[in-house]
Structures are given as C-alpha cells and as structure tokens.
T-cell receptor
Framework: QKEVEQDPGPLSVPEGAIVSLNCTYSNSAFQYFMWYRQYSRKGPELLMYTYSSGNKEDGRFTAQVDKSSKYISLFIRDSQPSDSATYLCAMFTQGGSEKLVFGKGMKLTVNP | GAGVSQSPSNKVTEKGKDVELRCDPISGHTALYWYRQSLGQGLEFLIYFQGNSAPDKSGLPSDRFSAERTGGSVSTLTIQRTQQEDSAVYLC???????????FGPGTRLTVL
C-alpha cells in the first residue's frame, strides 16, 4: 500500500460545479496536509496548507482533514475554467523525514 | 526574480550522454529538494538538502544520479550515462526550512533519445 493514495482521474465538470478531490493515507504520523495545483508545463504551486484535523477555507477553496479516517479533501465551489489543472495532495511530518509525500495528482478540467 | 529558477528548461540528449540540471533556489531558503515527474506519475522524491547537513539521497534511483549544493545555494543534479527511462520533468523546490511549504521551479524537461 502506498503511503498516499489519490485517484488520478481525469475529472471533467461543467463551469460552476462543486468539485471534490480526495486522498487517503496510511501513515498516522503525518501532521501537515497540503494541496498543490499544477498547471500544464509549470511547477506545482501551494494552494492550501493545513495542520491536523479540521477545515480551512480560502475563497472558493475548502480543505478538510479527518485524521481519524486518514482522509483529506479539497472542495472547489463555483468552479471556473481557470481551475483546470492537476491537483496534488501532499503530506508532511515535522521532525520526521522532512520530505513531502505526494499523491499521484488528479487532472481536473472545468468546461465553460 | 524572486522565485526558484531552473535551467535549461528543455534538454534533449542521446542515450549514454551525461547531463547536468541546475537549480537556483530562493535566497535564504535552507531546504532544497529535487523531484522527478514522469507522465502519468506523481512527484518522485530524489534528494533533499538542508543547510549544512548531509543530504538525504534515499530517493536517487541509481548510482548514475548525483547532486550537489554549493555554498548552501545553487544545486546541480547530474545524470550519467542517461537512459531512455530517465526522460521526465525534473523539478526543484526550496523552502525557508522543512515545513511542507515548498516553492517549486518550472522544471527541466529531459528527453533521452
């Protein structure tokens, strides 16, 4: 079992849809949970950064972490064509390996 | 600029040749990472530098791969005797300290013919 599992998709939705992206993980030591967004032929950029369980909202984006279920989600409300990208979940342990562990990434297309 | 830069942006080489990929991290960032991203695959960790500590080389796929970081700043990833399976995008990232808040460069797209 890989440490982080993410459905690679692809996922195609109409503009304005609510998008839900998910990852599961096996290492209970993970403390920090990130979502990176990667546009075609660009490097990933940090989109959301959360610590431990709970929700974090930033504009149209909400990140959820459920440590008891080892499950994280990213919700995108009122999706726009500009949200079309690959979304990678990533996890981190402070004082551990000090390396991010990434999911494979989900390719999202928002159709106008 | 203020971001992470990588050069070259594209590299085409012949099987068996050596290549060097360069990363200029953000000034003051002590942590520097190299990743490899192949088509349809996620980010594969290669090597990690943190300050003056010995690098974590646990992700290097073979002894043909090596990296160094000079003066705690610029890093070079070297691939010797390139193989076709080395074709991928090589990404560099840096952060002020190990935190998960990595800033990525645009990557070098390596094609081995």
């Amino acid at each position: 079992q890989k440490e982080v599992e993410q459905d690679p998709g692809p996922l195609s939705v109409p503009e304005g849809a609510i998008v839900s992206l998910n990852c599961t993980y096996s290492n209970s030591a993970f403390q920090y949970f990130m979502w990176y967004r990667q546009y075609s032929r660009k490097g990933p950029e940090l989109l959301m950064y959360t610590y431990s369980s709970g929700n974090k909202e930033d504009g149209r984006f909400t990140a959820q972490v459920d440590k008891s279920s080892k499950y994280i989600s990213l919700f995108i409300r009122d999706s726009q064509p500009s949200d079309s990208a690959t979304y990678l979940c990533a996890m981190f342990t402070q004082g551990g390996s000090e390396k991010l562990v990434f999911g494979k990434g989900m390719k999202l297309t928002v159709n106008p | 600029g203020a971001g992470v830069s990588q050069s070259p942006s594209n590299k085409v080489t012949e099987k068996g040749k050596d290549v060097e990929l360069r990363c200029d991290p953000i000034s003051g960032h002590t942590a520097l990472y190299w990743y490899r991203q192949s088509l349809g695959q996620g980010l594969e960790f290669l090597i990690y530098f943190q300050g003056n500590s010995a690098p974590d080389k646990s992700g290097l796929p073979s002894d043909r791969f090596s990296a160094e970081r000079t003066g705690g700043s610029v890093s070079t990833l070297t691939i010797q005797r390139t193989q076709q399976e080395d074709s991928a995008v090589y990404l560099c990232a840096s952060s002020p300290h190990p935190s998960g808040r990595e800033v990525f460069g645009p990557g070098t797209r390596l094609t081995v013919l």
